[in-house]
Every structure is written in C-alpha cells, then in structure tokens.
C-alpha cells in the first residue's frame, strides 16, 4: 500500500497547477461562451517571459510573477478588445478560427526566439522534499503548487463576488442585453475579463516553468489537461476547477 501512497499524494499536490491552469479557461467559458484555443500557448508564452526576466535579472523565477502576471493581463485585455471581440456573437466558427490561428503564432514567434530546446525556470524548490515516514515524502514544488491553487481560485472568487467590476463582468455574462442597459461596456468588460484571465495563465505558466520542462511547442497538451479539469469541474466553476484539479 505505501507503494502507492507517494503517486497518490504527487497527484493531489499537482492538482493546485492544473487547476491554477484550466480556471482561466474556465472563467472565459463561463463568462463569454468562449473556447480559446492559444490558452495553453499564451501559458507558453508567460514561462518564456518569466524565463527572459530571469536571465536579465538574475532573480528567484517567484519574484518574476510581479513582471509577468501584469503584463500577462494587458496581453489578454489587447487579445479580446483588438481581436476576439470583433467575431464574438456571430457564429461560433469565427472565435475558434482566430484562436487557433493565434496558438499557431504564438508556437512559431517562440520556436523562432527561443529554439525547440528544453528550458525550465531554476529553482532550489524542485528538488526540495519533507520526509512523512520511509517511503513518503512531500515535494516541496508540488506543495507550493498547491497552496498557490488554492490561494488564485480564492482571490480570484472574492474578486468576482464582492467587487464592482466582479459583479459587472458577472452581470455581462448573465444577460448581455440588460447589462448595455444599466450602462455597462460589455465589450470592455469582456477585455478585463479576459486579461483577469489571462493573469492566471501567467501564474500558471511561472509554476509550470519551476515545476517541469517546457517547450514552445508545449502548449496544447496544457490546453488537453486544462479541457480535462474545465469537463471534470464544470464549465464555469471555480469551486469544480478546484475539485476537477
């Protein structure tokens, strides 16, 4: 049986990452009945600019969270405003099509930059253990993993529950039309919507960095895992993203 124990446990604990991974799936299904397609590309993406910021910083790959979180948000806000926007209600082909032409940019603008090699984000956290008894231990990576899954999806239903711009994006995804008439700039709010989650992936995206290698070409198999959880959970739910991580 103790064979089993240290999987069993690798598994709860890596289940905080891949539910930091499907939430920003999830909140943009529930929010604009969108399936990005780029959501493990731009994931990608954020390991890549964590990378970056590293080696002209020399910092802890953690620290790099404060460039990379925000600037994952202005890339999300210019994602939705500038693009998905402008195809959103028409049909559903459209959203797809442009998502999926944007991960296959974004695989090739980093295979041009950084080359197919392996890269992970060095950190002493990864190879740090806690002896339980003889044949169980808890890596400390993984339970960083899961304290920060815990901590986002917390953050990030607060957010939506108790403030202004929580409760207009919450209002936007309930009924657009009464939304425009209470003065609401639905396609602003679906911008911001979009950066909050984008935000996510680039949290997602640092701890996928420190917790494995990564490839620019790794995207979509983040996208199948997030699918998994976002199915498992429920399309919309925090607390299921959680449960289903």
């Not at 604009?32 to 780029?38: D, G, I, M, P």
């Not at 404060?66 to 082909?93: H, T």
């Not at 929580?166 to 003065?183: K, N, P, Q, T, V």
Request: no cysteine; hydrophobic share 55%.
């Amino acid at each position: 049986m103790e064979s089993y124990a240290q999987p069993i446990l690798n598994g709860i604990l890596l289940g905080g990452l891949y539910a930091i991974i499907a939430i920003g799936m999830s909140t943009m299904f529930g929010i604009v009945r969108l399936v990005n397609l780029a959501h493990g590309d731009l994931m990608m993406l954020a390991s890549f600019l964590s990378l970056t910021v590293m080696a002209w910083f020399g910092v802890n790959p953690l620290w790099t969270l404060f460039l990379v979180v925000p600037a994952m948000y202005f890339v999300g806000f210019f994602i939705q405003g500038f693009l998905l926007n402008r195809v959103l209600g028409k049909a559903m082909e459209p959203p797809l099509l442009v998502a999926f032409g944007l991960s296959i940019i974004l695989q090739n603008l980093l295979l041009l930059i950084y080359t197919p090699d392996a890269r992970s984000l060095k950190t002493t956290l990864a190879v740090q253990t806690i002896p339980m008894t003889n044949y169980v231990s808890v890596p400390v990576m993984y339970l960083v993993d899961f304290a920060a899954g815990i901590a986002v999806i917390t953050v990030l239903y607060l957010f939506f529950q108790k403030t202004y711009m929580g409760r207009a994006i919450r209002a936007a995804s309930d009924d657009e039309i009464a939304a425009r008439l209470m003065g609401v700039n639905t396609k602003n709010i679906y911008a911001k919507a979009m950066g909050i989650a984008m935000m996510t992936a680039g949290f997602a995206g640092v701890l996928l960095g420190m917790t494995f290698t990564f490839y620019p070409h790794t995207g979509p198999q983040y996208l199948i895992i997030a699918f998994g959880v976002v199915v498992i959970g429920g399309l919309g739910s925090m607390k299921g993203t959680l449960a289903g991580g």
